[in-house]
């Protein structure tokens, strides 16, 4: 079973930008969708973006033309790179992989 690490959530005025990481471990990283999901305070935890193995990327709606999800599977990385930020976008935001495996969780906040 994979184990995943999150970094780069933070305080980030609206309209600024966050580079988030999460590092994975493990043999088979390479074969798994990977994907960023977030839970804002209350509510459910929910689907940002996901990447196959092959690259192919799938966004939830209110997130396409503002994040853009990549991956490096030589280094066993996947980014999500969060622009035009709003505080609606404020929240945990855990790395996933094979919907099988979480990460801890990095926080993320839209505030002026």
């Known amino acids: 079973q994979v184990q995943l690490v999150e970094s780069g959530g933070g305080l980030v005025q609206p309209g600024g930008s966050l580079r988030l990481s999460c590092a994975a471990s493990?043999?088979?990283?390479?074969?798994?969708?990977m994907g960023w999901y977030r839970q804002a305070p209350g509510k459910q935890r929910e689907l940002v973006a996901t990447?196959?193995?092959?690259?192919?990327?799938n966004y939830a709606d209110s997130e396409k033309g503002r994040f853009t999800i990549s991956r490096d599977n030589a280094k066993k990385m996947v980014y999500l790179e969060m622009n035009s930020l709003k505080p609606e976008d404020t929240a945990v935001y855990y790395c996933?992989?094979?919907?099988?495996?979480w990460g801890q969780g990095t926080q993320v906040t839209v505030s002026s």
């Open positions: 493990g043999t088979f990283f390479s074969l798994y969708t």
């Open positions: 990447i196959t193995k092959g690259g192919i990327t």
């Open positions: 996933n992989a094979a919907n099988v495996s």
